[in-house]
Each structure stands twice: as C-alpha cells, then as structure tokens.
Nanobody
C-alpha cells in the first residue's frame, strides 16, 4: 500500500503562483510513478502531469501549457506541482496519485487539496 498526502492548496488571486506538495509513504518501489490530476467543478478528473522515479524528467497532458511544472524529491518521497500565472479556470481539487510499474491506472490516491483562484 502507498499513502499519499497533499498539501499547499488554498485561495489565490489570479496571476499568482502556487506549489502543491505530495508526500508518499508505505511500500514505495523504484518503479513508482507519481502524478497530479485535477477536478474542476462540474468536470471530470483530468491528468495534469507525472514523474516516474526512474525517469529524468516529467511528462504532461497535451492540454497542459507551460504554466504547470511537476518536480520530485526522490530522497524525501515527495512530488510537487507548481502552477504559475494562475487563472480562475485553474480552480479545482488537485489530487496526487501513484502507481507502481507500467500500468495505466493509478491505484493510490490522496485526499485532494482545494485550489481556488479568485479573479
């Protein structure tokens, strides 16, 4: 089992920046991939970006522009999501997820952290 805890959400003004954190604990393997998803009000949960422990750089959803940056600290079992130039449409619950190996689905999820961007 893998436990994930997100933090860093809150109320932010449009144009600002935010860094979300996700701490992983439990049975962590070298094949771990940690990802960020978000779910905006009335919309389905959507993939934002991910970083595998075995990779040298993250990857992102095609819809994600350069405002989003996923980074990791393998030594601390942490993954981060930095969002710059925040827009009201970035308002969502942001979830951290994890999987082991090259599976498609992410079986492990955090509780989510709310981000509200005011205009």
């Amino acid at each position: 089992q893998v436990q994930l805890v997100e933090s860093g959400g809150g109320l932010v003004q449009a144009g600002g920046s935010l860094r979300l954190s996700c701490a992983a604990s439990g049975r962590l393997s070298s094949t771990l991939t940690m990802a960020w998803f978000r779910q905006a009000p009335g919309k389905e949960r959507a993939f934002v970006g991910a970083f595998s422990w075995s990779a040298t750089r993250p990857w992102y959803a095609d819809s994600v522009n350069g405002r989003f940056t996923v980074s990791r600290d393998s030594a601390k079992n942490m993954v981060y999501l930095e969002i710059n130039s925040l827009k009201p449409e970035d308002t969502a619950v942001y979830y951290c997820a994890a999987k082991a190996g090259p599976t498609f689905n992410y079986p492990y999820w955090g509780q989510g952290t709310q981000v509200i961007v005011s205009s």
